[in-house]
């Protein structure tokens, strides 16, 4: 039987990662959409000066569910305007949690010995 990519992005599996003052985020996330191109968008967002809407954008199509809270029993809906007054030390923590349970990150090219002199 063949594997149906369109129905492995529909599957969510959990997430968790703790916070450095101990608090957790958990959630699901649909690991089907870490795909070399995501990869490759997120290397080239992190080298962007205004980088951290198209890093909301990305999150927002990956993670599925969340248990954050913007007031205590108002969940923080998964959009890009919400994500963006999120404290970044979050949204980080969350990118961590997906990458941790989806596998090992993307791995760093090597660097090249090329001059240009």
């Known amino acids: 039987?063949?594997?149906?990519v369109s129905k492995r992005k529909e599957v969510t599996k959990p997430?968790?990662?703790?916070?450095?003052?101990?608090e957790v985020v958990a959630g699901t996330y649909r690991p089907a959409l870490l795909t070399f191109e995501f990869?490759?968008?997120?290397?080239?967002?992190?080298?962007e000066d205004e980088s951290e809407k198209?890093?909301?954008e990305k999150l927002v199509q990956v993670v599925a569910s969340w248990d954050v809270e913007g007031e205590p029993g108002e969940p923080l809906p998964l959009?890009?305007?919400a994500l963006m007054d999120v404290p970044s030390d979050i949204m980080f923590a969350v990118i961590r949690g997906v990458r941790s349970a989806g596998g090992p990150p993307a791995?760093?090219?090597p660097a090249t010995s090329a001059s240009f002199s």
Do not use: H
């Open 15 to 22: 997430f968790s990662v703790t916070l450095d003052d101990g």
């Open 39 to 47: 990869d490759r968008e997120m290397r080239l967002m992190y080298k």
């Open 1 to 4: 039987m063949a594997v149906i």
């Open 54 to 56: 198209g890093l909301c």
């Open 79 to 81: 959009t890009v305007d």
């Open 107 to 109: 791995p760093t090219p």
